[in-house]
């Protein structure tokens, strides 16, 4: 029966403490990484993106870290509010196909109040 | 509120019908993007339009047609689908090569 994949890896933090969403990607091709937050009944909205000429990459209260060697990404939201609680996803772009931009598998995070 | 706007909003189908999902944005992007979700899962990409001509297909079934009848509008044609293709569908457009998709809200598809 199917039960791979039915359920999102969750992070549950407390309100204030700093969150750290972890992701791996697949190609070392890729040359450009997007973190997009979805919340219940909508669409995917950007939050932060870098291009693998950096390996860190800061916005308002987001912090993007990018680990070439092992093809690891990763955000950091300081002071996690409860309007944070969404599932998280990295995407990567292909260096090859500029258009492509396929989506990793999400992580779904609860902001404790 | 998006920049990228999705009608309907939900569509309940039956097997033999056709219906079609429609997409406008008014950023003046030059691609446009159909994806495919699945609870509790990650967007898939269907297809892609880049200056209103069709550069991806990632191997969707003929079932879905896409349309992108000028550089503000992307369409899916949506004929004999099955159950399993019930899905929440979201467009997405972007500016240029390396930019973030900007996305609709989706249309929720229920086939029964």
């Known amino acids: 029966g199917e039960s791979v994949g039915l359920h999102l890896p969750t992070l549950s933090v407390q309100e204030g403490d700093n969150s750290i969403i972890n992701c791996a990607y697949s190609?070392?091709?890729?040359?450009?990484f997007i973190w997009y937050k979805q919340e219940s009944g909508k669409g995917p909205q950007f939050i932060i993106d870098i291009r693998s000429n950096m390996d860190k990459r800061q916005g308002q209260r987001v912090t993007v870290l990018l680990n070439k060697t092992v093809k690891h990404l990763s955000l950091q939201i300081a002071a996690t509010q409860p309007g944070d609680s969404a599932v998280y996803f990295c995407?990567?772009?292909?260096?090859?196909?500029?258009?492509?931009?396929?989506f990793g598998p999400g992580t779904s995070l609860s902001v404790i109040p | 509120d998006t920049e990228v706007t999705q009608t309907p909003k939900h569509l309940v189908m039956g097997m033999t019908n056709k219906k079609s999902l429609k997409c406008e944005q008014h950023m003046g992007h030059r691609a446009m993007y159909w994806y495919k979700q699945k609870a509790k899962k990650p967007p898939e990409l269907m297809f892609v339009?880049?200056?209103?001509?069709?550069?991806i297909n990632e191997s969707v079934p003929s079932r879905f047609s896409p349309e992108c009848p000028n550089s503000s509008l992307l369409n899916l044609h949506l004929h004999a689908l099955q159950p399993e293709d019930s899905a929440l569908y979201l467009c997405?457009?972007?500016?240029?090569?390396?930019?973030?998709?900007?996305f609709g809200n989706g249309t929720r598809l229920t086939v029964t």
């Open positions: 190609n070392s091709a890729s040359d450009y």
């Open positions: 995407a990567e772009n292909l260096q090859t196909s500029y258009d492509k931009v396929i």
């Open positions: 997405a457009s972007s500016q240029e090569e390396e930019s973030p998709l900007h």
């Open positions: 339009y880049s200056y209103e001509k069709l550069s």
